[in-house]
């Protein structure tokens, strides 16, 4: 410990690389969004500084309003069965007498590694009322007796989003809870197994409280990625009243569709500080727990 | 709690092993049958894919490849991709480690506010940067060149995020109190004692960044002008014709780009657990 | 130690690898900045064209075209860049911006062209003297390359035109007849449509609409209504009014099948024959299934009750090209009947030159339809159709009236709650268009 001292300014060079590379690679594009909100810009004129006014209209815009609070509700949707499920099965998969593990973790992450284009095609494919296949299983065991019309509904399209991006994400952090719990000295368990502890007690009391640095990870990552769901959402179309449009959808479109640069920059720097703001909640609710 | 845990294994493991194994494999199949479907796809022609979903084998594969092939490049795009990908990996997972490391281990000053200024990066969405990032690389001059696309790798806030909690939990510090005293320096000390140490985190994250890189349709799209020089998924989009995309030939670009994602994976995959024995011996 | 020794290998992999890259780029950069040899020709004999031309596009069919203009000119190389996907746009766009890599002829899809049609980067093509090569051309083709000034900048060298497609053994079932003149008839306007359209589902027992989509409604309005914005002011044509009730009375009567355009449901009913009449462009084919030569002869075309289409692909030439003569043989090339006639041989697209549409009219043939001649019922239909000049709202504007109006038709709102629920999208995306 005492060394750690006196050498630890040698950690501005480990960390350098990467300053050096946001300087040269990332630090202007982010500026050069941040002066075009501070812009009127169509892409084809020169930009005509108008100052804050993109951010004054947004304070006043209900549809901003509103893609924040789907983005919210599409996120709790998907990341509370996905991060449970992911744990769950990390802990079946770290067993020792679990056969087919290898098996097991590759297939979880298939969804993952499944293109959007193909995503797109099959969940429609399921999902149409009238011809897709959930509707067919559902009126087959009766549990409906007529097909539902499910992206007619907000709540079924919000519920339909969120699913596919649980199904697409849980194996990406199942793999990081196996690495985490990979992390963990067998000596600990086998202490454990020592001490009598049954399989569900080594994992309340041992396997979990160790994981915390992981936890964080994907915790935080969950709040900084999810709050900027785009690919999935965006398949699916923005759904009856908007429901399923999320806050890069909405800034993708007015920036891209409706050529309002500026204005989608000014949307670029409102998700930046919602974003912050879920994250330093995320972070202050995980500390708590130290 | 005593109770209620021991005793289905009590009364018999063989119930509850047959039910996690049940929820195992209904999971898997949840995502093994789309997959499935993907490679069932490829062999249908276009009229079918877009009306159902297909589980049947068909028989267009080789007109759907031969379209494929009759309108891109599609071997030299899985070159250049693997060219890109494995360049962008190896430097992200050695810069990732290196920063992740530097973060988790050195008290230095400031060091809480750099971080947080690491991952303040990845809170702005990337969609409007694109614009400024061609600017920028016209300026640099290097547009239509690989540098974009691979130098990148340095900066993956992402990355460092995930090597400084693998660090923070699999690095014990006597490790490098013992480096210290052996006389090693800082840079060796995390060539040859550190980085074998987080081969789990190493081997995840490269499983992350590997994939994410193979399928970069936009940055490649931006950034290359060759057709030659493009990389798969951008070929494999560019397979359409005015009105409407050729799905089959599309599902057969994305079978073959698929694969060496599998390979990558399962290699990986291995050695997150092979890492952990190495630490186990070193521990 | 085997992980150091693994990584070790990566990293020295990574030098050799990036070093390699930055040798291979260098000699396969700077595209499209060779300036072409435009020595003045001799002033006898026909000039022979040199040089090069890079085209950029979006899909891939683009190629044959230069392909096809290199053989007509053999001193001619002409260089294809495709750039699939909706930021093609943001490329182009940023490209032209900083003037480097910029492709001499590019690709404007009909759904942005309205944006970039007043662009200062886009050559006048007027001033080149396409007007007298667009002559005998569709209007509402010619048009479309239109900007505010009134000067052409793009040209397309197809029209997309779509109608009604029927398989006959239905049509003879459900409406008595498979003659596309009688059927055509029978559906001539949009109050027969809902008349007929009740008949057939009772007849079938319910089993069988006539129309696939009230929304096809809309594909139809679209292009035979008023700009939306007009002076700077949203502009409701008064005819939506009557097509949104139109669409209500064909919801309300099971008109129709309730599928949407190229959903599965929709590709299903196309080929089994659930409702009667498909309506859609002439490209849409691919969805037919026709294994086997199974669909030979099984479908007729029927006019509907007005003309529309769907898609569209338009060039222009970069105003700095230092190949701008040569891009204008290009364009010029693709506008003459010889390439649109030619293409509509290959791809089976539909021509922009009725000069293309006469001449074939009587011998062009697609297969799925057996002896009908469907350019007839086509080039009536494009010819009725009014030739409005893009603008940068347009498309976006349809698309959010498509959206409410879409939504409205489902849950069977009034016109005047869709109106105000419109207006609010349109105030709220588009600041600068007045709305009232």
């Given amino acids: 410990m005492n060394s750690k001292i006196n050498k630890s300014h040698y950690g501005y060079f480990f960390i350098a690389p990467f300053f050096i590379g946001f300087a040269v690679f990332g630090l202007i594009p982010i500026l050069y969004t941040f002066y075009l909100s501070l812009t009127k810009w169509d892409g084809f004129s020169d930009p005509i500084f108008i100052g804050w006014d993109n951010y004054a209209r947004i304070v006043q815009d209900t549809f901003f309003y509103q893609a924040i609070l789907n983005t919210l509700i599409i996120w709790i949707i998907?990341?509370?069965?996905?991060?449970?499920?992911?744990?769950?099965?990390?802990?079946?998969?770290?067993?020792?007498?679990?056969?087919?593990?290898?098996?097991?973790?590759?297939?979880?992450?298939?969804?993952?590694?499944?293109?959007?284009?193909?995503?797109?095609?099959?969940?429609?494919?399921?999902?149409?009322?009238?011809?897709?296949?959930?509707?067919?299983?559902?009126?087959?065991?009766?549990?409906?007796?007529?097909?539902?019309?499910?992206?007619?509904?907000?709540?079924?399209?919000?519920?339909?989003?969120?699913?596919?991006?649980?199904?697409?994400?849980?194996?990406?952090?199942?793999?990081?809870?196996?690495?985490?719990?990979?992390?963990?000295?067998?000596?600990?368990?086998?202490?454990?197994?020592?001490?009598?502890?049954?399989?569900?007690?080594?994992?309340?009391?041992?396997?979990?409280?160790?994981?915390?640095?992981?936890?964080?990870?994907?915790?935080?990552?969950?709040?900084?990625?999810?709050?900027?769901?785009?690919?999935?959402?965006?398949?699916?179309?923005?759904?009856?009243?908007?429901?399923?449009?999320?806050?890069?959808?909405?800034?993708?479109?007015?920036?891209?569709?409706?050529?309002?640069?500026?204005?989608?920059?000014?949307?670029?720097?409102?998700?930046?500080?919602?974003?912050?703001?879920?994250?330093?909640?995320?972070?202050?609710?995980?500390?708590?727990?130290? | 709690m005593n109770e209620a845990t021991r005793e289905p294994m009590r009364l018999g493991p063989i119930v509850a092993k047959t039910v996690m194994y049940l929820f195992l494999i209904l999971i898997a199949i949840?995502?093994?049958?789309?997959?499935?479907?993907?490679?069932?796809?490829?062999?249908?022609?276009?009229?079918?894919?877009?009306?159902?979903?297909?589980?049947?084998?068909?028989?267009?594969?080789?007109?759907?490849?031969?379209?494929?092939?009759?309108?891109?490049?599609?071997?030299?795009?899985?070159?250049?991709?693997?060219?890109?990908?494995?360049?962008?990996?190896?430097?992200?997972?050695?810069?990732?480690?290196?920063?992740?490391?530097?973060?988790?281990?050195?008290?230095?000053?400031?060091?809480?506010?750099?971080?947080?200024?690491?991952?303040?990066?990845?809170?702005?969405?990337?969609?409007?940067?694109?614009?400024?990032?061609?600017?920028?690389?016209?300026?640099?001059?290097?547009?239509?060149?690989?540098?974009?696309?691979?130098?990148?790798?340095?900066?993956?806030?992402?990355?460092?995020?995930?090597?400084?909690?693998?660090?923070?939990?699999?690095?014990?510090?006597?490790?490098?109190?013992?480096?210290?005293?052996?006389?090693?320096?800082?840079?060796?000390?995390?060539?040859?004692?550190?980085?074998?140490?987080?081969a789990p985190g190493l081997a995840t994250l490269g499983i992350f960044s590997f994939i994410g890189k193979w399928n970069d349709f936009l940055t490649p799209m931006i950034i290359l002008f060759d057709n030659d020089l493009q990389t798969l998924p951008v070929m494999i989009a560019s397979v359409k014709s005015q009105f409407s995309s050729d799905f089959g030939a599309q599902y057969v670009g994305i079978v073959i780009s698929v694969v060496p994602i599998l390979i990558f994976f399962s290699i990986m995959s291995k050695r997150i657990i092979s890492g952990v024995a190495a630490g186990a011996v070193k521990g | 130690m085997k992980t150091t020794k693994w990584f070790s290998m990566m990293v020295a992999l990574v030098m050799v690898l990036t070093i390699a890259a930055g040798c291979g780029n260098n000699a396969g950069g700077n595209a499209g900045n060779e300036p072409a040899q435009t020595d003045t020709p001799p002033a006898d004999g026909p000039k022979e064209l040199e040089g090069k031309l890079v085209v950029w596009t979006f899909f891939d069919q683009v190629k044959e075209m230069g392909a096809k203009f290199e053989e007509k000119h053999p001193g001619v190389k002409v260089e294809v860049n495709i750039f699939p996907g909706d930021q093609y746009q943001t490329k182009l766009l940023s490209a032209m911006q900083s003037g480097n890599n910029v492709p001499d002829v590019f690709d404007l899809e009909r759904g942005y062209i309205g944006k970039f049609i007043d662009a200062n980067f886009i050559a006048d093509l007027s001033a080149m003297g396409i007007e007298e090569q667009l002559t005998d051309y569709i209007p509402y083709v010619r048009e479309l390359g239109r900007a505010a000034d009134g000067t052409i900048r793009a040209v397309s060298d197809h029209s997309s035109p779509g109608s009604f497609w029927y398989i006959r053994e239905n049509a003879k079932k459900y409406l008595g007849t498979d003659d596309p003149d009688q059927i055509s008839e029978m559906v001539g306007s949009w109050d027969k449509i809902i008349e007929l359209g009740k008949k057939v589902y009772e007849q079938s027992g319910g089993k069988a609409y006539l129309m696939q989509n009230a929304g096809d409604v809309f594909d139809i309005a679209a292009y035979n209504t008023e700009p939306w914005v007009k002076d700077g002011k949203l502009n409701i044509d008064p005819k939506w009014k009557t097509y949104y009730e139109t669409q209500q009375q064909i919801r309300a009567n099971n008109v129709d099948a309730k599928l949407g355009f190229m959903s599965a449901g929709w590709g299903n009913a196309l080929n089994d024959g659930t409702a009667v009449l498909s309506a859609m462009p002439a490209w849409a084919t691919f969805m037919i299934d026709n294994k086997d030569d199974k669909a030979v002869g099984k479908f007729g075309v029927a006019k509907s009750p007005e003309g529309f289409y769907t898609g569209g692909t338009y060039r222009g030439i970069y105003e700095k090209s230092p190949n701008k003569e040569l891009a204008y043989e290009f364009i010029k090339y693709i506008a003459s009947p010889e390439w649109q006639e030619y293409n509509l041989g290959k791809t089976g697209n539909m021509p922009a030159s009725g000069k293309v549409y006469q001449d074939n009219m009587d011998t062009f043939k697609v297969n799925l339809l057996g002896d009908q001649n469907p350019m007839k019922i086509y080039y009536e239909l494009v010819n009725e159709m009014p030739g409005i000049a893009p603008d940068k709202y347009g498309e976006e504007v349809l698309s959010k009236w498509r959206k409410v109006a879409g939504q409205g038709i489902t849950d069977n709102t009034s016109y005047d709650d869709v109106v105000a629920s419109f207006k609010k999208e349109v105030k709220n995306a588009f600041p600068d268009i007045q709305v009232d």
């Avoid at chain 1, 399209?157 to 793999?175: E, K």
């Avoid at chain 1, 709040?223 to 959808?249: E, H, S, Y």
């Avoid at chain 2, 992200?92 to 000053?109: D, E, Q, R, V």
């Fill in chain 2, 30 to 198: 949840t995502c093994l049958v789309p997959f499935y479907s993907m490679f069932i796809t490829s062999t249908h022609a276009n009229s079918d894919i877009a009306r159902s979903l297909l589980f049947w084998p068909g028989d267009q594969f080789m007109e759907n490849y031969n379209r494929l092939i009759e309108t891109v490049n599609i071997w030299r795009g899985f070159a250049n991709t693997i060219f890109i990908t494995v360049a962008f990996t190896c430097l992200n997972l050695y810069f990732a480690a290196l920063a992740g490391y530097g973060f988790s281990k050195y008290n230095f000053k400031y060091r809480g506010g750099l971080f947080l200024f690491v991952l303040g990066t990845m809170m702005i969405p990337g969609q409007l940067g694109i614009i400024g990032f061609y600017k920028l690389m016209n300026a640099l001059n290097m547009l239509n060149t690989y540098w974009p696309l691979i130098l990148t790798g340095i900066r993956d806030a992402f990355g460092i995020f995930l090597m400084k909690q693998i660090a923070d939990s699999s690095v014990p510090n006597e490790i490098i109190e013992s480096g210290r005293i052996d006389g090693y320096g800082e840079l060796s000390i995390f060539h040859k004692l550190i980085l074998p140490l987080m």
């Fill in chain 1, 78 to 290: 998907s990341i509370v069965p996905q991060l449970i499920l992911a744990l769950v099965l990390a802990l079946i998969l770290n067993e020792k007498f679990v056969r087919g593990k290898h098996f097991f973790r590759a297939v979880y992450y298939f969804p993952h590694i499944i293109t959007p284009i193909t995503l797109g095609v099959m969940f429609s494919l399921m999902f149409d009322w009238q011809t897709g296949s959930v509707n067919k299983l559902l009126l087959e065991f009766g549990w409906v007796s007529e097909p539902v019309n499910w992206f007619n509904s907000p709540w079924w399209s919000r519920a339909i989003v969120g699913l596919v991006i649980c199904w697409q994400y849980f194996g990406f952090n199942l793999i990081v809870f196996i690495a985490g719990l990979q992390s963990i000295p067998s000596e600990v368990y086998e202490a454990a197994e020592v001490d009598g502890a049954s399989k569900l007690q080594t994992a309340w009391w041992i396997t979990l409280p160790m994981l915390r640095p992981v936890f964080l990870f994907t915790f935080i990552t969950s709040v900084i990625g999810g709050l900027q769901l785009f690919d999935a959402p965006l398949m699916l179309g923005n759904g009856p009243d908007n429901a399923t449009r999320t806050m890069v959808m909405y800034l993708y479109e007015t920036a891209f569709k409706n050529f309002d640069y500026s204005y989608g920059s000014a949307i670029a720097y409102a998700i930046f500080i919602v974003v912050m703001f879920f994250t330093l909640i995320t972070a202050r609710a995980s500390r708590l727990k130290d």
